[in-house]
């Protein structure tokens, strides 16, 4: 079992910048892929970014390629998503994901965060 807390969201204006950070409360998830879903109000929980056990690949939904990076460190027990050039249409509720299959699909994912809010004001 892994217990995963997120950190980091705030209210940014447009084209501003955030760190989110993503630990493990109990449990590590060293063996696991790391995701970022987010879930934008009255919307569905989307795929966001995934990076693989071990930090060897990396995937990102279209709309955020070139802005938002994710990265791991298995030694602090954390994975980040750093997201440059934010747009009001980024605005939502960030949710970290641990799981033994790397895909884009809310069903590849084992273990959930609470979620972070992301507010970006134009």
């Known amino acids: 079992q892994v217990q995963l807390v997120e950190s980091g969201g705030g209210l940014v204006q447009a084209g501003g910048s955030l760190r989110l950070s993503c630990t493990a409360s109990?449990?590590?998830?060293?063996?696991?892929?790391m995701g970022w879903f987010r879930q934008a109000a009255g919307e569905e929980r989307d795929f966001v970014a995934a990076?693989?056990?071990?930090?060897?690949?990396?995937n990102y939904t279209d709309s955020v390629k070139g802005r938002f990076t994710i990265s791991r460190d298995d030694v602090k027990n954390a994975v980040y998503l750093q997201m440059n050039s934010l747009k009001p249409q980024d605005t939502a509720v960030y949710y970290c994901?641990?799981?033994?299959?790397?895909?884009?699909?809310?069903?590849?994912?084992?273990?959930w965060g609470q979620g972070t809010q992301v507010t970006v004001s134009s």
């Open positions: 109990r449990g590590s998830f060293r063996w696991y892929h």
């Open positions: 994901a641990a799981g033994q299959r790397f895909g884009r699909s809310r069903n590849d994912w084992s273990f």
């Open positions: 990076i693989r056990f071990g930090g060897s690949n990396t």
